[in-house]
């Protein structure tokens, strides 16, 4: 792009490699969850990638208790507001949200349209993300207000976009799925794929997979509509577990011994879980994914 060309989100992000936006069309499925787990499988694929999650369920912010960052400032430099930092000193998984800007972690956010789509150009044009190879944005349900303004102001750097849906494997988030895609494709979103979340139940004690719901749903709409299919996951109560209680666990704990070189407790623990095995195949396939579309 040339320098006529530039925009303040464009300079901004002109050294992320790859933004990634995390969508689905209804509630409930679990995609913060996925968001999270594409953001520390990625950061643990290498022991240089870097890696930012934006959260831009602006009425909803869940990632940073997630990540065990609720109550963390967010400072202002010269170069503009600073994320906050999951793993610390390493400072390679970096994460903004509204939720840090709030005074209280239980405070609404009341907000029309307008005021949402401009927090969204500030956090994209004003975020310190610095060199990246993966922004990770995880979006509210559906394909409104907030949808429109990332696709709008990321439209600049649209050859670097791509998607993922996560769906649950009911009829009823299946059709909402559909309308993500269709979503995708009217605003030419190139999607990676799939995912099908909570498709069954893993036993905590011996790991075995029961079909509580349904399942296979999400391969079946992914193969008729020609998308690829990035894998399913079950019900996994440790993962549940671990980023509910993460915002406690982070706080006074510090890596020690083995796990200095894992990076940060958080992702040592996650690696424990029966979700990061089965994660491992998705993110092979998110990579592989991007190589096909020519920007891995």
């Known amino acids: ?14 050294k992320v490699k790859h933004i990634i ?3 689905s069309g209804k509630g409930g499925v679990g995609k913060s969850s996925v968001s999270v787990q594409v953001a520390l499988s990625l950061y643990a694929s290498s022991p240089n990638t870097r890696v930012g999650i934006l959260d831009v369920d602006l009425t909803g912010p869940s990632i940073p208790r997630m990540l ?13 507001w600073v994320p906050v930092y999951a793993d610390g000193g390493e400072a390679r998984l970096a994460c903004m949200s ?27 044009s004003d975020v310190r993300w610095g060199e990246l190879d993966y922004l990770i944005i995880d979006t509210p349900p559906g394909t409104s207000d907030e949808h429109i303004s990332l696709i709008e102001h990321l439209s600049p750097v649209h050859s670097r976009l791509s998607g993922i849906v996560v769906t649950t494997p009911q009829a009823v988030a299946l059709l909402d799925a559909m309308k993500c895609i269709s979503f995708a494709r009217t605003v ?7 995912i099908e979340n909570m498709s069954g139940y893993a036993c905590p004690c011996c790991g075995e997979i029961s079909n509580v719901f349904s399942t296979g749903g999400g391969e079946s709409m992914a193969k008729r509509e020609n998308i690829p299919f990035l894998g399913t996951l079950p019900i996994d109560t440790e993962l549940v577990t671990l980023l509910d209680a993460a915002e406690t666990e982070q ?3 510090k890596p020690t011994g083995d796990e200095v070189h894992e990076g940060f407790r958080l992702l040592g623990r996650y690696k424990a879980t029966s979700s990061a095995k089965l994660f491992g195949s998705i993110v092979e396939n998110v990579l592989s994914g991007l190589a096909r579309s020519g920007t891995g």
């Open 98 to 124: 509204v939720a840090f800007l709030l005074k209280k972690k239980d405070d609404s956010v009341v907000w029309r349209g307008p005021k949402k789509n401009a927090m969204i150009r500030q956090f994209l």
């Open 68 to 80: 065990g960052l609720d109550g963390h400032p967010v400072h202002q430099s010269t170069d503009g």
């Open 251 to 253: 706080e006074d704990d």
């Open 188 to 194: 030419s979103l190139p999607l990676l794929g799939v």
């Open 1 to 14: 792009m040339s320098a006529q060309g530039e925009t303040p989100i464009s300079r901004r992000l002109s």
């Open 21 to 23: 936006i995390v969508c």
